[in-house]
């Protein structure tokens, strides 16, 4: 079946792209569109020609089919060159998004229209290369070496409004699309043609532009190599003709496609795909979720109940008195005015998400929620109790959820009547921005209700991941084990400050010692010591150490490091080194790549310990769980793929 069809609007001919389910640009639409072109030149009916895309999105990129395989003909800087050039002038018609290729393939037509709620942009840094077909060399004759830099560097797409500002596309066609480019073609018939994009001038600037850049850049990567490359690729399409700056970008292009870096991104990113539907679960229809509810209004509970208003659920906040629901209503309230301040929302906006929000103190209006989620104190008994009073008042489909971070889901279930209806949903906080969503079945929980659980997380847009049973289920458990690593180097005599250096060297936003500052070291201390008063044996860590001091991180100016009140930057403390002089052993030296490369192995050991107990379905879980959960950068592809443990294997005799 062609993925190219031809119509003819009087002397205007519409070429339609459809190729579902996002019209990618395959090898088979490739030599469709080179076909066209010379077909419609050779026409002397045709007058000019509107590109325009069936489905829900114009061109949306390359095909991921073809990833990591060699290229067929016709490539794509040769298609967007023959479409440039071609002697009747191209309209490209953008709706949804059109990315990578997708722009790079627009751009080469001679006027670019679009949708107003199309988007335009360069992802490819997001998988360790740069844009192969014009895309660093276009972008600045049409609108800028300022504009270039960031749209190539972020990989962060452009909506319609702001491009045809920024001058990469003509108009934004209000109505028909179909019907707006066909007038807009006609009318552009009448006056003299604008130069092609590869023609136009460009201004280069100097070069303390590009030093600004190159060091904000380097700051973002985090040590990634694509968006430097591209900057590289911005300025040499500035700086020279377009034929040497069109080579230097395809040069490019091609050796960051066969880099690690690449690997790991199109790792990730086929992780990414898979976690969102499981094969598992393909035939197995979810409960359809109207209504939600969270009990818990502090700021893991206001969290959820933010990203549920967010994805547009209605939604009942559930606390034990008054005040607690005032409380939790005032965090909701801050969340969005937050956003409003980093201009997400508007004010109005941010009004109908609050107005969306019921505040109770009355378990019963539970029963007609389809969702009901626990985001209470981590105990036990409280948990217990919660269910107790659910289970009594919603109804029997109702998918009811806990959000527990270290206790066993089957303990908190236990007696709830309908047991099948009950899962782990394990959130992140803040809930309403981090992406990882940790799935916890019970050997009860049903089909259905873990289906559920995967499209919550589809509907509020993060990144599901199923886990098995355990204490700290995938995330946590690795990352007890990667604390307990950097203070086993601390005993060694490795300076803290040098440890949480080395890990923001290999990518990481912040060291371990420097991130339970943020977070606070006396939760996980009040984790260890109800295990501890359970009658488990946890040996004491030197974090145990210093929360005994009363240094409990930020929030008391003392925790690993010292801090000037009012200010986060960390002071290296000589109390914390009088504190830990006795636990000193050894006097180690060790490099920072060393230091990165013991600590990513640690928790890749554990993270093979628990694909072999079968709480990981996958490395790749492992690393989804990592990357965005606990901040592993990206671009390294996660543990089990940094240490050569790679693909989908399962644990072992699965």
């Known amino acids: 079946m062609s993925v190219i069809a031809i119509e003819h609007e009087g002397d205007i001919a519409v070429v339609s792209v459809d190729n579902p389910p996002v019209n990618a640009l395959s090898q088979a639409l490739r030599q469709g569109l080179w076909d066209a072109v010379g077909a419609l030149d050779v026409d002397p009916s045709v007058a000019a020609v509107v590109l325009i895309c069936a489905g829900r999105t114009f061109i949306a990129g390359a095909d991921v089919s073809e990833f990591g395989k060699p290229p067929q003909p016709p490539h794509l800087p040769d298609l967007v060159a023959r479409i440039e050039g071609a002697r009747k002038p191209w309209v490209a018609a953008i709706h949804g998004s059109a990315l990578g290729g997708g722009f790079e393939v627009a751009m080469g037509c001679r006027f670019r229209l679009a949708a107003p709620d199309a988007s335009v942009g360069f992802p490819e840094v997001t998988l360790g290369v740069v844009p192969g077909a014009s895309g660093t060399v276009r972008t600045p004759r049409l609108a800028g070496a300022e504009l270039a830099v960031e749209l190539v560097t972020s990989g962060r797409p452009m909506g319609a409004a702001g491009a045809a500002r920024a001058g990469l596309i003509d108009a934004v066609i209000e109505g028909s699309l179909r019907d707006g480019a066909i007038a807009f073609a006609r009318q552009a018939l009448t006056r003299p043609l604008p130069a092609p994009v590869s023609a136009r001038a460009v201004t280069a600037p100097d070069a303390s532009f590009w030093s600004e850049k190159e060091k904000a850049v380097a700051r973002a990567a985090r040590g990634a190599t694509a968006p430097l490359r591209a900057l590289a690729c911005v300025r040499k399409g500035v700086e020279a003709s377009f034929g040497e ?7 490019t292009f091609l050796e960051l496609r066969g880099s ?22 393909r035939d197995v229809e979810p409960l359809p979720l109207r209504r939600a509810a969270v009990i818990g209004g502090g700021t893991m509970g206001a969290g959820i109940a933010a990203a549920m208003r967010e994805a547009g659920l209605p939604v ?9 629901v005032a409380r939790g209503l005032d965090t909701l309230r801050g969340i969005f005015a937050g956003n409003v301040r980093r201009g997400r929302l508007s004010e109005a906006q941010a009004e109908a998400l609050v107005r969306g929000v019921t505040g109770t103190t009355d378990h019963a209006s539970l029963a007609e929620a389809d969702l009901v989620i626990e985001a209470v104190f981590e105990d036990i008994d409280v948990k ?9 008042v919603c109804r029997q489909d109702a998918v009811l959820a806990t959000n527990t971070s270290y206790l066993d889901p089957r303990s908190i279930a236990e007696g709830l009547p309908g047991p099948e209806r009950f899962i782990g949903l394990h959130f992140f906080s803040p809930a309403n921005v981090m992406k990882l969503l940790e799935i916890v079945p019970t050997p009860q929980t049903s089909l259905r209700t873990l289906a ?25 458990r690795i990352l007890k084990l990667y604390r307990a690593g950097a203070e086993a180097l601390v005993r060694q005599g490795i300076p803290i400050a040098e440890i949480d250096a080395a890990m923001r060297d290999y990518g990481f936003a912040m060291g371990p010692f420097e991130a339970q500052d943020l977070g606070g070291l006396d939760i996980a201390f009040l984790q260890r010591e109800g295990a501890r008063a359970a009658g488990r044996h946890v040996p004491e860590t030197l974090g145990d150490i210093l929360v005994r001091a009363g240094r409990k991180g930020q929030k008391t100016g003392a925790g690993w490091y010292d801090y000037v009140p009012g200010e986060r930057r960390p002071q290296p403390s000589p109390a914390v080194a009088e504190l830990l002089a006795g636990e000193i052993i050894a006097k180690t030296s060790m490099s920072r790549r060393a230091i990165a490369e013991h600590l990513v192995a640690e928790m890749a050991a554990e993270g093979r310990a628990i694909l072999e107990e079968g709480i990981a379905e996958s490395p790749a879980a492992i690393d989804l769980v990592e990357i965005h959960g606990y901040g592993f950068p990206r671009w390294r592809g996660g543990p089990m793929f940094a240490t050569g443990m790679r693909g989908n294997a399962g644990p072992r005799g699965a």
């Open 245 to 251: 700056a069109m080579a230097f970008e395809r040069e």
């Open 260 to 281: 690690e870096e690449a690997a790991a991104l199109r790792h990730v990113f086929f992780a990414e795909r898979a976690a969102l539907r499981p094969a598992a679960l």
């Open 316 to 324: 009942t906040l559930v606390e034990r008195d008054a005040e607690g």
């Open 384 to 392: 217990r109790a919660v269910f107790d009073a659910v289970g009594r």
């Open 452 to 476: 559920t659980g995967f499209a919550v997380a589809r509907l509020l847009k993060k990144i599901p991941v199923r886990a098995g049973i355990c204490e700290g289920f995938i995330g946590n």
